[in-house]
C-alpha cells in the first residue's frame, strides 16, 4: 500500500513539474506579444488645424489632460493654423501613421 502511494505522488509532482515547465516555456513565447502591448510609451500629439483660442483649441486644452492622466503620458497640442486649417489637416495627413496623433477637427469646416 505504501509503494502504491509513492507512486501516486511521484506521478502527480512529475505531472505537476511538467505543468510547471510549459508555463515557463509559454511565459517565454508570449513575452514579446507583452511587451508590444505597452501603449503609449511616448507623448501623445493633438494637431489643431485652427489658431490658438479657436474653440478645437479650447476643447483640446479641456481634454488633453485627462488623456495624459488616463494614458499616463504627456500629451502635446501643436496649432497649425492656416489656409482655413488645410494646413493642419495637411500635417496631420504626413505624419507616420503609429498611433500617437490626434487631429482635432470642426464640424463647421467640413462643409
Known amino acids: 500500500m505504501k509503494n502504491k502511494r509513492g507512486a501516486q505522488r511521484r506521478r502527480r509532482f512529475a505531472a505537476s513539474r511538467a505543468h510547471i515547465l510549459i508555463l515557463i516555456a509559454l511565459?517565454?513565447?508570449?513575452?514579446?506579444?507583452?511587451?508590444?502591448?505597452?501603449y503609449?510609451?511616448?507623448?501623445i500629439q493633438i494637431?489643431?488645424?485652427?489658431?490658438p483660442g479657436a474653440i478645437t483649441d479650447i476643447v483640446a486644452r479641456i481634454v488633453s489632460p485627462k488623456i495624459s492622466t488616463l494614458l499616463g503620458q504627456p500629451v502635446l497640442?501643436?496649432?497649425?493654423?492656416?489656409?482655413?486649417?488645410?494646413?493642419?489637416?495637411?500635417?496631420?495627413?504626413?505624419?507616420t501613421?503609429?498611433?500617437?496623433?490626434?487631429?482635432?477637427?470642426s464640424p463647421y469646416s467640413s462643409c
Open 27 to 38: 511565459t517565454f513565447v508570449c513575452a514579446p506579444a507583452l511587451r508590444a502591448a505597452e
Open 77 to 95: 497640442i501643436i496649432n497649425k493654423a492656416g489656409g482655413g486649417g488645410a494646413v493642419g489637416i495637411q500635417a496631420a495627413k504626413d505624419i
Open 97 to 105: 501613421l503609429d498611433g500617437y496623433t490626434i487631429s482635432t477637427h
Open 40 to 43: 503609449p510609451n511616448k507623448a
Open 47 to 51: 494637431i489643431n488645424p485652427f489658431p
